[in-house]
Structure formats: C-alpha cells, structure tokens
C-alpha cells in the first residue's frame, strides 16, 4: 500500500498540493483524476519520490520513501514521465534493457534477458525489437517506453499521462495490456473519464492542491461527483456496455 | 558494427602516428624522432582528452551543441592568463618553473570550471537557452575583465600574454609531458568507469533518477573529470574551443551507437586523428605557414553553425 501523509508543497509560493492524504491500495489500475492544474502530476512526482515536499512522507509498504536510497527505489517504483528523454540511436530492445537497469547497473545477466523477453512479448514488441526507437509511430514509442517500465519488475509502475496524443487505436491497446498485468499495481494519470471509468479499479480525484475524493472506481465515477470535480456537468452513460463520460 | 569502425579509428591512428613520426625524415633521425614522439603524444592525449571530455559533457547537458569552450572555458583561461602576466610581470611569467606554472593554471582552470559548471548545471540542464546566455554572459563578463586588464599591460607583456593565450601544438614543454599523459590516461580511465551510468545519464535527470540513478553525486563526479580534463589539455596546448565539437559530432555521426563505451574512446580516437593528420599536414606540406589551431577553430566554428541551424526548431 501507498500511504501519503498530510503532503504539502509549494513551489514559487503557491501552493501546489495541500494537506494531501490518502491511501492507495495494491493491485489493479490507480486512476488519478481532476482538473488541469489540480495537482495531479506533482503527486505523482511526489509519490515517485522525484520532489521532496515541504511537510509530510510518502510510505510504500511500510517503508518511507525518503529514507531508500536512489537504487532501492527503483526497485520498488517504476516511473514514466510525461516527456521521454529521447536517445538517438537506440532499439527498442535497448531500450527496454534501460528498465533492467536498477538491477544489473550496466551489466547484464541471464535474468535481466528473460524480463527483457518477457517485456517485448508482453507488449507485443518482438518484431519491432531491432527497430531504432526514432521510426516509430507515437504509440508504439509510448508502449516500448510502459513495457521499459514493466521491464523494471517493479510492484508499482506509475505513469504520467501515458496516453496523451495517443488515437484511440493505441489507447485501447494500452489500457488492455495493463488490465493484463496482475502482478503489478498501475498508478496513471488520465485526462480522459471514459477510459477511466473502462479500466480503473480505484480512482484518485484532485482538485485544488487536495484530494477531492478516493476510492472504488463504481463509487468514483458517477455523475455528481464527477460535476462537482470538473465544475461542468457531467453525465455518465453506458454505450454498447462500455462507459463514457459525456457533457450534459 | 561499433566495434569494427571504432577499430578502424585506432588502425587510423595508428597510419597518422606513423606517417607523422616518419614522414621526411631526414638529419640526424634519433634526434628528430625523439622531437616528433614528444609532440606526437602531445597531440594524441589533448585530443583525446577533448574529444572524450566533450562527449561527456553533451550527455550531461542532454545537448549536442555545448562543449565546455562553448560556455566560457577559453574565456577562463585567457583572464587566468591575464590575471598572472599583470600580478607577476611578463619576465616572472616567463621564468615561472614550467611545472608550477602548468600547476597553479591547472588547479584554478579546474576550480573554475567546477563552479562555472556548476552553476549551470545547478538546475538541471533542461533549460537549454539558458545555459548557453548564462555560459555567454560569464564569458562576456570574463573577457572584458581580461580586456581591462589588458590595457593595464605594457606592449611587450602584451605580447607575451599574446603568445600565451594563443593554442600552440609546436612548442610544447617535454618536462610537462609526462605528468600530462599519466592525468589524461587515468582521466579517461575514469570516463570509461562512468561510461555505463553515462548512458541513463542521456535520458534525462527524472529518468536517470527512477532507474536508480544517484544522479546529483554522479554529475558532480563527472563534471570534476572534465573539468580535470580540459583544464590539463588547455594549460598545456592553449584553448581549442571547437576540437571536442567536431570529434564529439563525428563520433555520434560515424558510429551510429549510443553506448558511451562506444562513443567515448571513438571521439578520443578522431580527436587524436585530426590534431595528428592536421598537424602533420602543417608541418610537412605547409612548413609551418598556418596554425593548426586556427583552422580547427575555423572548421569547428562552421560545424557548430550549422548544427545550430539545423537543430529542429
């Protein structure tokens, strides 16, 4: 379990997050949700460990974020920031090797190879393993970068955004390779409701720097709450048995 | 792939060596060879020491563009250079022991840097523009220190620091050659020991950091090795701003990898191959009617250009 811990920050004087705490279960897909400018992405960051908070602690199954070194946090949490760093000259292969690196530290070994092979079928990438990471289409970059995280055998991988620009062909593909993954809990950022409302076990709504409101994603994501998250109306509507999120 | 091209670089070399030991060799040969060895080392370890340090720093700035003269290094080494013709006087500059003076240059060239480097890096090396006006202004500001000094200087201390500040392959001290080759050598040692946490390094601080990375200490470390690096090559030969650009852009260009064990010794190896090369071309077909380093500032500058024109906006 993921504990935050009444988490402040601020940044330039104004306050990002304030008072934030909440608690996320294992297992499944963790939606965070809520207006631009919530706060969204820092708690994210936060979690991961990437921004130190003014006040408050962040504990992973017990353990205090702030007190594991660099090395063993990777080893717990697997991040995917918004923007990738993009590296010339690299395949896909190497670059889902790069998610193996908190455990061989440059060298690797027989087991580093079979997470890595595991990665690539996981996600579908074998034939596009020897293919440099630039000639990709957007989602296929995006998936070698989440199977890059997956590769890090990590109880909790968290994504910032992962779907943004992406067409609904890949965020289909996408979502249901991580619905896929049972031995790992999802934390996501999702702009789109409708996605979450399909695929979240658990959801996470921000507003203003402060948790709106936590839980189940049937309780989460229903229409008063989600008028009174985005301070529009908001209805949810089932098409075809699937959920979307429509303005009324 | 890599690996054959980079082994190709070293046979290249290794012509160059020949071809600049042997080449018109006439009089009396043991001593002649004994002057173009003690040259030719020169030339092989600042290249070397350029093009590697260059590479390092790149990755560390996540850009291809910055080299360490790029943000005001050879502005550094003139005002230090200034700084000590005005206190001692152009005769005690001449007569400091040449192992102090490489010394004393060294040791403030590298305490410099770490803190010029540090200031810009501090933080991050996301903000690109910013970077390059902070490196830009710093020089700007060191040179029209170095230039009011200057005016302070009579014509023949001018003169003096004149010659100082210009980069020169052809007068090399022999005394200093030694201790200059083992510093580069352990180095670039140290580059290749880095080389694998380097490659995370390319991704970016929040990558590098969630891969478990300690990135902080870790760029500090490196930034101390290039600084190490450039402060020993520039005390020694003089500033070449642009050596490091040029074999840092071939390296990337001609080997096609991203693995800085890869790239580190093949921008060493084309920084050795085009001071040797060029050199050699000075010398034996020019008879010494250029300066090397001019026209690799030249070449370099003209690179940096159009890389700087390309570069998607």
Known sequence: MIRVNDVNLSRGGVEILRQVSLEIPKGGIVAIVGPNGAGKSSLLHVIAGLVQPDSGQVTIDGQDLHQLGEQARARVLAFLTQNQGAVPRLTVRDLVAFGRWPHHRGRLKAEDHAAIA???SRFDLETLAQRDIETLSGGQKQRAFVAMCYAQTTPWMLLDEPLAALDPKYTRDIMERLQGLEDRTVLLVLHDLSIAANYADWVVAVKDGCVHSVGPCQDMITSERLTDLYDVPLELAEVNGKSAVIWR | MAERRLFILGALLVVASGMFLFWNLRGPTWFILNLRAEKLVTLVVVGASAGAATVVFQTIATNRLLTPGVVGFDALFVFVQTMLVLILGSSAFLDLPAMAKFGVETALLTLFAVGLFGILFRKGAGDIIRMILTGVIIGTLLRAL?????????????????Q???????VIDDELIGIVSISLFVAFGLCLGIARKLDVVAFGRDKARTLGLGYDRFILIALSIVSLMVAVSTA????????????????????KDHRHLVLIPGAALIGAVILVVGQTTFERVFAFQSSLAIVVEFVGGLLFLILVLRRPS
């Open chain 1, 118 to 120: 595991d990665a690539l």
């Open chain 2, 236 to 255: 020694l030969v003089g500033p070449v701003v642009f050596l490091g650009l040029i074999a840092a852009s071939l390296a990337h260009a001609w080997l």
């Open chain 2, 146 to 162: 170095a230039g009011f000094a200057q005016r302070l200087l009579d014509p023949s201390e001018f003169a003096v620091l004149q």
């Open chain 2, 164 to 170: 100082a500040t210009i980069a020169s392959f052809n």
